[in-house]
């Protein structure tokens, strides 16, 4: 976070480590034929991701829409299985565990959806849908103790506690993700993944839900992996940043190094397009244009996946691919011509 003191990061950094991903992959199959299908190639949604989350920080995960971002959240909790890597929390294996660690780890690990519309029951009231994990989860709330805690939540969340009776379809998308929220809460998880939670919502409402999740955070602990593709809503709220594309990460940092000395050609053309709300800084903002299309996941280029995009292309970049190591710029970076530069001035 931007505004938080050099210490406090610091002490988050040196945090204890809560989940670690390792070499993450998801392939999906390509078939063909109707009957007798037929595997004919696998679409690399995610190949060879690396994350690492402590107790307390917020990572934040950015990206182009269709570079992966989503499905690493629900291979993080659960919702898919990856097709080969590690995924530990706390040490342990998520993707090896039995039914009943699982369970616990679903309880500990909440997820956040994008769309606020889509993830709600529209056939529960918000009161059922808030208390639902506690049927899975019952010693978290006595049963005849839970319309208080419902509405405790609802209220903390930001919504009247008298609404527990009504149903989705009457609150506004802004409302309905404060109960997605409440939702996530309800079970007391250390770890919140928030899959892109402020894009389908006005702009007005998005800085109001994350102000509200930073609040969140500092009462109860909380550690969150914010996915987004808006790249000053991710600078607000992150400790570190990690830059994806085409399924893999390209560039890694705290917040302060990828914002004022991004290194990836990838990471500086996204910089480029984060409007400056400060009119005298505007002149000096660097346009970086990136040319054709981001290549298929099914078929991605050789070594460099950004190489038939980037300037600095070189005959290197198309049979070895970069390491993601720090080349001298502070922080790593998936280039061999990692070059770190300023190309939005800050305005705080």
Known sequence: MSDDSSGSIAARAAGEVLLEVKDLRKHFPLTQGIVLKRTVGHVRAVDGVDLTLRRGETMGLVGESGCGKSTVSKMLVALEKPTSG???YKGRDVVTMGRRALKQYRREVQIIFQDPYASLNPRMTVGDIVAEGWSVHADIAPRKGRLERTQELMERVGLNPDFVNRYPHQFSGGQRQRIGIARALAVQPE???????????????????????ED????????YLFIAHDLSVVRHISDRVAVMYLGSIVEEGTDVE????ASHPYTQALLSSVPVHEPHLRGLKERILLQGDVPSPANPPSGCR?????????????TEAPALVDRGQGHPSACHFAEARTVVPLDG
């Open 86 to 88: 590690q995924i530990l």
């Open 191 to 213: 770890i919140i993944v928030c899959d892109e939670p402020v894009s389908a919502l006005d702009v007005s409402v998005q800085a109001q839900v994350v102000n509200l999740l």
């Open 216 to 223: 969140l955070q500092d009462d109860f602990g909380l550690s």
């Open 258 to 261: 990828v914002y004022t000395s």
């Open 306 to 318: 950004f190489r038939t995009r980037c300037w600095k292309a070189q005959d290197i970049c198309a």
